[in-house]
């Protein structure tokens, strides 16, 4: 009986010792699988950094390069962005990066697609026919850009390394993950416009120089405007819109884009040319003409090369009597 508690004593210890060894073993593949992951996701992060400074470094300063140069180089870093996303659906997440996962895939979507749509739109953007519009549409791909990087750094980030707290892991946290520059410059539309203005050979391209318009007044059917308080305006036929601009910067500035919007309503005139420092006055004739009171708003849409566009714009309310 003593032998036989003996064995039994012994065979228990060594199961005892083989259920810990696999539950080590175990840990430890988990753990590595863990490591692996931060590892992988933080290789793919510093890459996208590269790739951001790439992108906005040339549209902060352009240098040399022609529009052809310029598309081409946009179109990498369009191509670097698609790569990694395919390298971030790849992944193979272990189960407690799940949720860390399923957001860094919508992250990397979002980047794809933004960068798809920046690169498809450049050369339009640089040209002339449908420039306007492209540029809206890049400066609404920059904000998508911008929302990408908040999901990561409210999400992704947290959930990664929390779960690699949580299992006691020390030195493999993921770093942050900001592709648009801190800079908000960027999510405006008008610094876009300036940006690719600068670019060699665009159609807007900017001359060296200060540039920059004012709004010196707004009347209507003579009667000026004021922005604090309110105007009444008789109005007898067909309201028009008198905007008067200045030319501030140091270089004639061409087809300036003068916009009124009345309820909703938006009317645009162009000025062909305002040389620097002279004034030029647009007529808006404000074909659904307003009764009671209204809110006008009138911009002077900012040229190629423009830093300053405060100045542009201003908003009156008028009664239409």
Same mark, same amino acid.
């Given at each position: 009986?003593?032998?036989?508690?003996?064995?039994?004593?012994?065979?228990?210890?060594?199961?005892?010792?083989?259920?810990?060894?696999?539950?080590?073993?175990? $840990?430890?593949?988990? $753990?590595?699988?863990?490591?692996?992951?931060?590892?992988?996701?933080?290789?793919?992060?510093?890459? #996208?950094?590269?790739?951001?400074?790439?992108?906005?470094?040339?549209?902060?300063? %352009?240098?040399?390069?022609?529009?052809?140069?310029?598309?081409? &180089?946009?179109?990498?870093?369009?191509?670097?962005?698609?790569?990694?996303?395919?390298?971030?659906?790849?992944?193979?997440? %272990?189960?407690?990066?799940?949720?860390?996962?399923?957001?860094?895939?919508? @992250?990397?979507?979002?980047? =794809? =697609?933004?960068?798809?749509?920046?690169?498809?739109?450049?050369?339009?953007?640089?040209?002339?026919?449908?420039?306007?519009?492209?540029?809206?549409?890049?400066?609404?791909?920059?904000?998508?850009?911008?929302?990408?990087?908040?999901?990561?750094?409210?999400?992704?980030?947290?959930?990664?390394?929390?779960?690699?707290?949580?299992?006691?892991?020390?030195?493999?946290?993921?770093?942050?993950?900001?592709?648009?520059?801190?800079?908000?410059?960027?999510?405006?539309?008008? &610094?876009?416009?300036?940006?690719?203005?600068?670019?060699?050979?665009? =159609?807007?391209?900017?001359?060296?120089?200060?540039?920059?318009?004012?709004?010196?007044?707004?009347?209507?059917?003579?009667?000026?405007?004021?922005?604090?308080?309110?105007?009444?305006?008789?109005?007898?036929?067909?309201? &028009?819109?008198?905007?008067?601009?200045?030319?501030?910067?140091?270089? #004639?500035?061409?087809?300036?884009?003068?916009?009124?919007?009345?309820?909703?309503?938006?009317?645009?005139?162009?000025?062909?040319?305002?040389?620097?420092?002279? @004034?030029?006055?647009?007529?808006?004739?404000?074909?659904?003409?307003?009764?009671?009171?209204?809110?006008?708003?009138?911009?002077?849409? %900012?040229?190629?090369?423009?830093?300053?566009?405060?100045?542009? &714009?201003? @908003?009156?309310?008028?009664?239409?009597?």
């Amino acid at each position: 009986m003593l032998r036989r508690a003996l064995a039994l004593g012994a065979g228990l210890l060594v199961l005892i010792l083989l259920v810990l060894a696999v539950r080590g073993c175990l $840990d430890a593949r988990a $753990d590595r699988a863990l490591r692996d992951y931060a590892q992988d996701v933080t290789q793919i992060v510093e890459e #996208t950094g590269q790739t951001s400074e790439s992108f906005f470094g040339k549209l902060a300063d %352009p240098g040399g390069l022609a529009v052809t140069e310029f598309v081409a &180089e946009v179109n990498a870093d369009r191509s670097a962005i698609d790569s990694y996303a395919a390298r971030v659906d790849a992944l193979d997440a %272990p189960g407690d990066m799940s949720d860390a996962q399923t957001a860094l895939e919508l @992250t990397y979507a979002l980047r =794809s =697609s933004a960068m798809t749509e920046i690169a498809e739109r450049m050369s339009t953007a640089l040209g002339d026919a449908g420039a306007e519009k492209a540029t809206a549409s890049i400066a609404r791909q920059i904000r998508k850009l911008a929302a990408s990087d908040v999901l990561y750094g409210s999400v992704v980030r947290p959930e990664i390394n929390n779960a690699l707290a949580d299992n006691g892991l020390e030195g493999d946290d993921v770093p942050a993950s900001v592709f648009v520059p801190g800079d908000t410059k960027w999510l405006e539309e008008s &610094e876009v416009a300036a940006a690719l203005g600068s670019v060699s050979g665009a =159609s807007g391209a900017a001359t060296p120089g200060v540039h920059g318009l004012g709004l010196i007044g707004t009347s209507v059917n003579g009667t000026e405007l004021a922005a604090e308080g309110t105007t009444n305006v008789a109005v007898e036929e067909t309201p &028009e819109v008198e905007v008067q601009v200045q030319n501030q910067g140091e270089s #004639t500035e061409n087809g300036v884009t003068v916009t009124v919007t009345v309820n909703g309503n938006e009317l645009s005139q162009d000025i062909s040319s305002i040389e620097a420092g002279e @004034t030029a006055t647009v007529t808006v004739p404000l074909t659904q003409a307003p009764e009671g009171e209204a809110t006008l708003e009138v911009v002077a849409e %900012p040229v190629p090369g423009e830093q300053v566009s405060e100045n542009n &714009e201003a @908003t009156y309310a008028v009664v239409f009597e």
